[in-house]
Structures are given as structure tokens and as C-alpha cells.
């Protein structure tokens, strides 16, 4: 399973961005979502998830700003992004777990995916 991220940038303190990240492959089952972040010369950390009990989970510093969403018919999870601070400075990405469908040739297995990472800066 391959996850493809889009949708980082430069933005204005302030400002608004949508970040994208569809799953594509064999895929049955999608039970976890999820945004990491890491900034320069720190350790990468989880800004939002869905797990799954469906409930969401956000970092204490984009509670309110951060909205995390998927949609189910197109495998893709979304991360809308609002008053953009300087230190939400960063490259994202996105993680994704479920399971596979199964073929004649393969059982259903878990996969564990990561994005490719999308880059956010936001200037002051």
C-alpha cells in the first residue's frame, strides 16, 4: 500500500492549508489515520489520528486549529490546517494501517504505510 501526500507550502502566519494523503493497493480495511510532523533538528511527533474507535486525537498545540478527516471511498485523509503559526514550521506526514485484501495467490495481510512527507513553512 502506497500513500501519496500533497498539499504543503509556504504560508502567512495566519493562514489556512489543506494537506491530502491517498492510499492506493490492494487494500480491505483502513483502522488507523494519522498526521506526524517532524521540524528541523526534531524528533518527529503525532499531531492527529484517528484510531480505531473512530474517535480523534490531536496534539495539545493544534487542538483547535487542526481538523483531521478521512473519506472512506477514496482511501484518502485529510488534515485542514487553520491560523498557521511559525512553529507549525515542518515537513508532515502521513501514516495509514489496515489490511489488505486478500488474493488466490495472498491472504490478507496488516500494512503499516507511510507518506512521502509534504513540507509546511509558515513565515511570520
Known amino acids: 500500500v502506497q500513500l501519496q501526500a500533497s498539499g504543503g507550502g509556504l504560508v502567512q502566519a495566519g493562514g489556512s492549508l489543506r494537506l491530502s494523503c491517498a492510499a492506493s493497493?490492494?487494500?480491505?480495511?483502513?483502522?488507523?489515520k494519522g498526521w506526524y510532523r517532524q521540524a528541523p533538528g526534531k524528533q518527529r511527533e503525532l499531531v492527529a489520528q484517528?484510531?480505531?474507535?473512530?474517535?480523534?486525537d490531536y496534539a495539545d498545540s493544534v487542538k483547535g486549529r487542526y481538523t483531521i478527516s478521512g473519506d472512506g471511498a477514496k482511501n484518502t485523509v485529510y488534515l485542514q490546517m487553520n491560523n498557521l503559526k511559525p512553529e507549525d514550521t515542518a515537513v508532515y506526514y502521513c501514516?495509514?494501517?489496515?489490511?489488505?485484501?486478500?488474493?488466490?495467490?495472498?491472504?490478507?495481510?496488516?500494512?503499516?504505510?507511510w507518506g512521502q512527507g509534504t513540507e509546511v513553512t509558515v513565515s511570520s
Open positions: 501514516n495509514v494501517k489496515g489490511r489488505t485484501r486478500s488474493s488466490a495467490l495472498y491472504a490478507s495481510q496488516f500494512f503499516d504505510s
Open positions: 493497493g490492494s487494500i480491505s480495511s483502513i483502522n488507523y
Open positions: 484517528i484510531p480505531s474507535d473512530g474517535n480523534t
